[in-house]
């Protein structure tokens, strides 16, 4: 059975009027390889007339985004010519690779009607040899990510990237990197089993688990030992979990705001390829 290493309480960062939580990186923890960043905004409820999420036109390199919307849309659009608004239940798949620039915003509906929101953006690193490959987007609504139960039902996992428990995902990813938001009803018990090389990402959303005798509230992010292949989690209360695992890549990370490359000057190059255009055109 996999044993915990630490507990991380996400860190509160407010972004504009958005309710942000930042499990990692913060002060006590970087990354979990192949997991560079996790954001957690919301929950909150927008009034009609809002301004909507405030990621407006930025550039990204040298890693993959996923986005989880809980509640509430967004309105993705990109210098590939990619738009989508995917709204609560969906997922938004995004490969930088060599680099592009995109928005996240709220649907023109979202802003007028408001509502409730919560969304996970999660930044998954890419390795060396495929940093600069192509970019890609994929967005799927919620009833096209196929769902796995366990425990007699009261657990419910939808299966975003990678297999869990014989359910293929709705991604195809560039290195099999497994992703599911869960579900637990009170009482309920997740079992699966990852490969003792991989590491984990495990971030509780709402509610409490129990770890190896360990109590786990929210805002909080498992790390855990490569110790075992089992994984046993058992829910306290009505839970959601974000829990994803792969095989690190044990190479150099550099990061500068928005790219991720191996070396400084892998970072440079992308802040002055994004300055000629090279990234497309917004």
Not at 24 to 53: A, C, E, V
Not at 114 to 119: A, S
Not at 253 to 272: H, S
Request: contains cysteine; aromatic residues 8%; charged residues 20%.
């Amino acid at each position: 059975m996999r044993t915990v290493k630490r507990t991380y309480k996400a860190e509160y960062r407010p972004i504009a009027d958005l309710i942000t939580y930042s499990p990692m990186p913060t002060r006590s923890l970087d990354m979990i390889d192949p997991f560079l960043f996790l954001n957690h905004h919301g929950p909150q409820k927008y009034q009609p007339h809002n301004n909507g999420l405030p990621f407006g036109p930025h550039p990204h390199r040298g890693m993959e985004t996923v986005t989880f919307i809980l509640d509430g849309d967004i309105a993705h659009k990109d210098s590939g010519g990619n738009k989508s608004v995917i709204e609560s239940g969906g997922v938004q798949w995004m490969t930088a690779g060599s680099g592009l620039i995109h928005a996240e915003v709220s649907s023109d509906k979202f802003k007028e009607q408001g509502g409730d929101l919560e969304i996970l953006q999660l930044w998954v690193n890419l390795p060396a040899e495929r940093k600069m490959t192509a970019p890609a987007y994929k967005g799927i609504q919620k009833d096209g990510i196929p769902v796995t139960t366990m425990d007699d039902g009261k657990v419910t996992a939808q299966v975003v990237s990678g297999n869990l428990n014989g359910t293929t995902g709705a991604f195809e990813t560039l290195s099999n990197v497994t992703l599911s938001t869960v579900f637990f009803e009170a009482g309920g018990i997740f079992k699966t089993e990852v490969p003792q090389e991989n590491n984990i990402l495990c971030y509780v959303i709402k509610g409490e688990i129990k770890v190896n005798g360990e109590i786990v509230g929210p805002l909080n992010l498992v790390e855990y030992n490569n110790d075992g292949d089992q994984l046993h989690i058992e829910a306290l209360s009505d839970v959601t979990l974000l829990f994803g695992h792969a095989k690190p890549f044990d190479e150099p990370v550099v990061a500068r705001g928005p790219f991720v490359m191996n070396t400084e000057e892998e970072i440079e190059q992308a802040y002055e390829d994004y300055q000629n255009g090279k990234l497309g055109k917004w």
